[in-house]
């Protein structure tokens, strides 16, 4: 059961084939560059690549306007080279997702060009169309400040189409039980090509039902099982993994009752509540969060992230809770996206302070779910706020202090490399790092290494205990007779704690996973931690029991 649930306890790479590594000097990333690196990512111990797009695509979204989903954009190859890339990925044992973009395509796609030019072309039914303009046209626009309607008139057809991103990006008509199939079919192609599973894109969104009649839109929740017996008849150890911004209250109907829909989803109201953490020290909303988001079947598991290619989306804070991380970690107006998100990464949002961004990730590798993490996270790479939008944040990966951070000959790369001031390729690079023991990237490579020994986060149940100081988390994991403590301080100044851990005598005895301490417990079944500013520690609580415990695994 263990090894068929292999994403309960693995770490997820997400990386940009684009923006990764160019083997051939043209400023491109590809997918022999990134053949490359899989020794790096081998080493640095992830379980899983996620790939975002890489199909041909116009390229006004980053990828996520597909033109065509069974080829391999020239750019970055050809089908050979992503053989190969999957190929190696098996060698070492590292699984490969893609990203899903199914709810839309791009307005270049051959099926939307038939469907424009010709009302009796098959492909017609497989977008919404209106002959008025909706009266909601202007509503529910996912970009706002940049997106204007969700309705475009299109000269050629004659009607308006809907589309709930981009103008570019017209909906696909996902109740079509024709483009149902189609989807399956573009599943089934890469799984045959040595995908392990999928990123859904918009989930939300891919499910529900669309037209210009619809007011307020029902989930049709069946196309996820069907989506999900596909997979596992094809291949069953594959996954979907959702994103899935939405009410926690609703999480079980994504997952299903029994387990049979989705197996992965984003927590989102965690990751917001935990930079709402980060900028107040105040724990009690990402606890409340925790407990929220604490319901689902025994086969799904939820993925935990800090930053990804996309703003940080703060929408479902409350609007002091909002302005209190605005204020914290994007003050300036530029760094802010969509009324509702910061464009920044993680590192410049915490200003460059490693101690700051350890706390970060051990909270976040700590918290019950598997961690995701993104290419350039392992070495506190920056942004490039000249940048429009979210390519702020999607800069190349800098391996080295050569020209362009080495990952290309080319003098004019795909996206400007981040050079000069703190976070620039000069001094951010994973060369430099790798020969500095005390680096982030050594950091993280033990990191994940203590994860992955601690499958209880993974599998467990959890209980986040009293520490009676604000600004502290605790949280203890029980599986199969063994336990794990992780405790954080989010605030900036040292604290002591006296914490029981609640596991009886079992709990007496705190070894250190980290560097080996111990701390015993007083006559009252108490520890007395003492913990330094953003200071962090991870328990394994019971001592040498362990091992001989293992034993029984």
């Known amino acids: 059961m263990i090894s ?13 084939v684009e923006t990764f590594m160019d083997s051939n000097g043209d400023g491109v990333g590809d997918f022999e560059g990134l053949s490359r690196r899989l020794d790096y990512l081998a080493g640095l111990g992830v379980n899983a690549i996620w790939l975002m797009p890489f199909q041909v695509s116009p390229g006004k979204d980053d990828g996520y306007d597909v033109a065509d989903y069974y080829n391999i954009d020239p750019r970055y190859g050809t089908l050979g080279d992503f053989v190969d890339f999957t190929h190696g990925c098996k060698q070492r044992g590292i699984r490969v997702l893609i990203d899903l973009v199914v709810n839309h395509t791009s307005d270049q796609h051959p099926w939307f060009q038939s469907a424009r030019s010709d009302p009796n072309s098959p492909y017609r039914d497989w977008y919404l169309w209106s002959k008025k303009k909706p009266a909601n046209a202007d509503e529910g626009m996912i970009f706002p400040g940049v997106q204007e309607s969700t309705w475009t008139y299109d000269e050629k057809a004659g009607q308006y189409y809907f589309h709930r991103f981009y103008e570019f990006q017209p909906d696909l008509n996902t109740a079509n039980p024709h483009v149902q199939a189609e989807i399956l079919k573009i599943m089934g192609f890469w799984i045959q090509l040595g995908v392990c599973g999928f990123r859904m894109d918009a989930v939300p969104f891919v499910i529900a039902e669309k037209g210009a009649d619809i007011k ?20 069953g150890d594959s996954i979907i993994l959702g994103e899935a911004n939405i009410l926690p209250k609703d999480n079980i109907k994504y997952f299903g009752d029994d387990g049979d829909r989705i197996q992965m989803m984003f927590n989102f109201p965690v990751n917001q509540s935990l930079f709402y953490a980060l900028a107040s ?29 996309d703003e940080l989306d703060l929408g479902r804070l409350s609007e002091d809770q909002r302005q209190a991380v605005f204020a914290a970690f994007g003050p300036e107006k530029h760094m802010q996206l969509y009324d509702r998100g910061i464009r920044r990464r993680l590192a410049p949002m915490l200003g460059g302070d490693q101690r700051r961004l350890e706390l970060a990730y051990s909270l976040m590798f700590s918290l019950p779910g598997t961690p995701v993490i993104r290419y350039g996270d392992e070495i506190g790479m920056g942004d490039d706020l000249d940048l429009p939008e979210r390519n702020c944040a999607r800069t190349p990966m800098q391996w080295s202090d050569e020209p362009q951070g080495g990952f290309t000959t080319s003098d004019k790369p795909v996206l400007p490399v981040i050079s000069k001031g703190p976070f620039g390729f000069e001094h951010i690079n994973v060369a430099e790092q790798r020969r500095d023991p005390e680096s982030l990237l050594n950091w993280m490579e033990r990191l994940i290494r203590m994860r992955k020994e601690a499958p209880e986060i993974g599998w467990g149940d959890y209980t986040v205990l009293d520490p009676v100081k604000p600004g502290v988390l605790a949280i203890r994991y029980d599986w199969r007779n063994n336990s794990v403590l992780i405790v954080h301080n989010l605030k900036p100044e040292p604290v002591e704690i006296h914490l029981d851990v609640g596991c009886g005598e079992h709990g007496n005895l705190l070894i250190d996973i980290a560097d080996s301490e111990s701390s015993e417990a007083d006559g009252k ?3 007395r931690l003492l913990l330094e500013a953003h200071a962090y520690r991870w328990f394994r609580v019971g001592g040498l029991d362990y091992l001989l415990r293992r034993t029984e695994l």
């Open 281 to 309: 020290g105040d724990t009690e909303p990402m606890v409340a969060a925790l407990e929220q988001t604490r319901e689902k079947p025994h086969t799904a598991q939820f993925g935990m992230f800090l930053r990804n290619h």
């Open 525 to 527: 079944g108490r520890h």
């Open 4 to 16: 068929d649930l292999w994403y309960k306890n693995a770490v997820i790479y997400c990386l940009s």
């Open 216 to 235: 307020k839109p029902k989930e049709q929740f069946e196309m996820l099982r069907t989506f999900r017996e596909f997979l596992q008849w094809r291949k």
